[in-house]
C-alpha cells in the first residue's frame, strides 16, 4: 500500500518522512469549558444540547473568538450515542473534511504566494506538467482556488482503482467538464491537485509543510494528517463504511479520496481540536499575525478572503457568506467569510464584528444520511452574534 514513491517520480521530488507528534506545551493548552457557566452564551449551548437531543450529531465541541480573544470554549456530549461512551472533551479531534481546504491547503498556498515562489496566474501545469494532460494545460492556481478550474463537481473513483499510483492518474487524466474561468462549480479535484502544488513548489509533501510552516511554530499540537494510534482514542469516529470495506472509523480518513493518498490530501484529511482552528483563525483574523510573529502578510489575507467577483460567493479558497440561506446564519455581515466540512465541521468569521465562531461535530456518526447538520449551523452562528451582542 505504500506507494508515495510513485507520486514523487511524478512531481520530481524527495520522500519526507510523517512529522512526528510533538508534546503539548503548557502554554498553548487549551483552556477547559472556559467561562462555560457565563450565562451570556446560554443560547449557544441550548442550541448544541438540543441538537444532540434530537440526533443532530453525538459530540460537539465549540469556541468563540472576539477581538482576537478566546471567550468561549466547551465541550458537548459523548463519542458516539451510546449511554456508556467516553464523554468529549475540549481535546477532542476532529476529522476536518472540508475545512482542510482552507485551514490546511490555502494558507500554504497563501504562504508560498507571501514568500514569492507562486503567482496566483501561473498555470498549474508549470509546476506540475502532467497536469496538462487532456486540455488542463491553461488551468491557473487562481481558477482551483475559485473552484471554476472547469472540473466536474464529483467523479466517482472506481473501485479496483490502486492505492495512490492509479488515483493520480485518475485526477491528472481526468477532462473538463466546463470551460476554464466560465463557471463556479464546487469541487474537491481542484484542492487535491492544490495539495500536490505545495509539494512541487516547496519540495516539503503538504503535511509537512503545513506541520512545519505553521503548526510547530503555533503550537498547534493537536492538528494533523494520519493522527497515531496514541491519539485515536480521543478522535471523534466517523461513518460506519460498508461500502469502503477496508476502512475503519477512526483509523482512517473519512473521506475515500483523501484515503487514496494515504490521508495527505489538499481537499481532505486534516484533524484537529477545536482549539486548535481557535488560534489558524485567530492569526488570521489579526491580520496575519499570532502570538507576536507574523506568518501571513495582511494584505495577503485580505485578498484570499475577500469575495473575488459578484459571480459567486467564492473567495479564494474561502467562501463568503449569501444572501440566503448561510450556514453562517442570518446575522454575521455580509463580508463574513467561513467554510464547512462534510464531517459536520464548520467556521465563520466576521470581519466587521472581528468575532469567529468554530463549531466541530461528528455528525457522520454512525452515517452521513444525516443531514440535521444543515439546520444547526445558523442557528449556531446566530446564537454567536447574540452572545456577542451581550457584551
Known amino acids: 500500500?505504500?506507494?508515495?514513491?510513485?507520486?514523487?517520480?511524478?512531481?520530481?521530488?524527495?520522500?519526507?518522512?510523517?512529522?512526528?507528534?510533538?508534546?503539548?506545551?503548557?502554554?498553548?493548552?487549551?483552556?477547559?469549558?472556559?467561562?462555560?457557566?457565563?450565562?451570556?452564551?446560554?443560547?449557544?449551548?441550548?442550541?448544541?444540547?438540543?441538537?444532540?437531543?434530537?440526533?443532530?450529531?453525538?459530540?460537539?465541541?465549540?469556541?468563540?473568538?472576539?477581538?482576537?480573544?478566546?471567550?468561549?470554549?466547551?465541550?458537548?456530549?459523548?463519542?458516539?450515542?451510546?449511554?456508556?461512551?467516553?464523554?468529549?472533551?475540549?481535546?477532542?479531534?476532529?476529522?476536518?473534511?472540508?475545512?482542510?481546504?482552507?485551514?490546511?491547503?490555502?494558507?500554504?498556498?497563501?504562504?508560498?504566494?507571501?514568500?514569492?515562489?507562486?503567482?496566483?496566474?501561473?498555470?498549474?501545469?508549470?509546476?506540475?506538467?502532467?497536469?496538462?494532460?487532456?486540455?488542463?494545460?491553461?488551468?491557473?492556481i487562481r481558477n482551483l482556488l475559485l473552484h471554476n478550474s472547469g472540473f466536474a463537481p464529483f467523479r466517482p473513483v472506481p473501485k479496483d482503482t490502486t492505492m495512490t499510483e492509479g488515483f493520480y492518474n485518475f485526477v491528472f487524466n481526468d477532462t473538463l467538464k466546463y470551460k476554464t474561468g466560465d463557471s463556479?462549480?464546487?469541487?474537491?479535484?481542484?484542492?487535491?491537485t492544490l495539495g500536490w502544488l505545495v509539494q512541487a513548489v516547496s519540495g516539503k509533501r503538504l503535511d509537512i509543510f503545513f506541520h512545519d510552516?505553521?503548526?510547530?511554530?503555533?503550537?498547534?499540537?493537536?492538528?494533523?494528517?494520519?493522527?497515531?494510534?496514541?491519539?485515536?482514542?480521543?478522535?471523534?469516529?466517523?461513518?460506519?463504511?460498508?461500502?469502503?470495506?477496508?476502512?475503519?472509523?477512526?483509523?482512517?480518513?473519512?473521506?475515500?479520496?483523501?484515503?487514496?493518498?494515504?490521508?495527505?490530501?489538499?481537499?481532505?484529511?486534516?484533524?484537529?481540536?477545536?482549539?486548535?482552528?481557535?488560534?489558524?483563525?485567530?492569526?488570521?483574523?489579526?491580520?496575519g499575525t499570532f502570538n507576536g510573529k507574523q506568518y501571513l502578510k495582511p494584505a495577503t489575507v485580505a485578498m484570499f478572503t475577500k469575495r473575488a467577483s459578484d459571480r459567486s460567493t467564492r473567495a479564494l479558497g474561502w467562501d463568503t457568506k449569501a444572501d440566503k440561506g448561510s450556514s453562517a446564519g442570518d446575522l454575521f455581515s455580509s463580508t463574513s467569510y467561513g467554510h464547512t466540512g462534510f464531517t459536520g465541521t464548520s467556521v465563520w468569521v466576521d470581519p466587521v464584528r472581528k468575532l469567529c465562531g468554530v463549531l466541530l461535530t461528528n455528525r457522520v456518526y454512525p452515517t452521513s444520511e444525516n443531514k440535521k447538520i444543515q439546520q444547526v449551523r445558523p442557528k449556531f452562528y446566530d446564537a454567536v452574534v447574540q452572545a456577542e451582542n451581550k457584551e
Not at 518522512?17 to 508534546?23: E, F, G, K, Y
Not at 475503519?248 to 480518513?253: D, E, F, G, I, S
Open 1 to 140: 500500500m505504500n506507494k508515495r514513491i510513485i507520486y514523487f517520480v511524478i512531481v520530481c521530488l524527495a520522500t519526507v518522512a510523517t512529522p512526528p507528534l510533538h508534546s503539548q506545551s503548557p502554554a498553548n493548552k487549551p483552556p477547559i469549558n472556559q467561562v462555560s457557566s457565563n450565562q451570556r452564551f446560554a443560547r449557544v449551548s441550548a442550541v448544541i444540547d438540543s441538537s444532540i437531543a434530537q440526533g443532530a450529531f453525538p459530540s460537539a465541541v465549540v469556541g468563540i473568538v472576539k477581538d482576537g480573544k478566546v471567550i468561549f470554549h466547551k465541550a458537548y456530549g459523548r463519542l458516539t450515542y451510546g449511554a456508556t461512551a467516553a464523554a468529549t472533551d475540549t481535546s477532542t479531534m476532529y476529522d476536518c473534511a472540508s475545512l482542510t481546504k482552507v485551514l490546511c491547503t490555502t494558507m500554504c498556498i497563501m504562504k508560498l504566494y507571501d514568500d514569492g515562489k507562486i503567482s496566483l496566474d501561473d498555470n498549474v501545469a508549470t509546476y506540475i506538467p502532467k497536469f496538462a494532460a487532456r486540455g488542463k494545460q491553461n488551468v491557473t
Open 184 to 192: 463556479m462549480v464546487y469541487s474537491d479535484l481542484g484542492f487535491i
Open 213 to 287: 510552516t505553521f503548526a510547530v511554530p503555533m503550537g498547534l499540537t493537536r492538528t494533523m494528517f494520519n493522527p497515531p494510534n496514541a491519539l485515536l482514542p480521543n478522535v471523534a469516529p466517523t461513518e460506519v463504511d460498508s461500502f469502503w470495506t477496508w476502512k475503519k472509523p477512526r483509523a482512517l480518513v473519512h473521506d475515500p479520496r483523501a484515503a487514496f493518498t494515504d490521508g495527505v490530501s489538499g481537499h481532505a484529511g486534516l484533524f484537529s481540536t477545536a482549539y486548535d482552528v481557535i488560534n489558524l483563525m485567530t492569526m488570521l483574523t489579526n491580520g
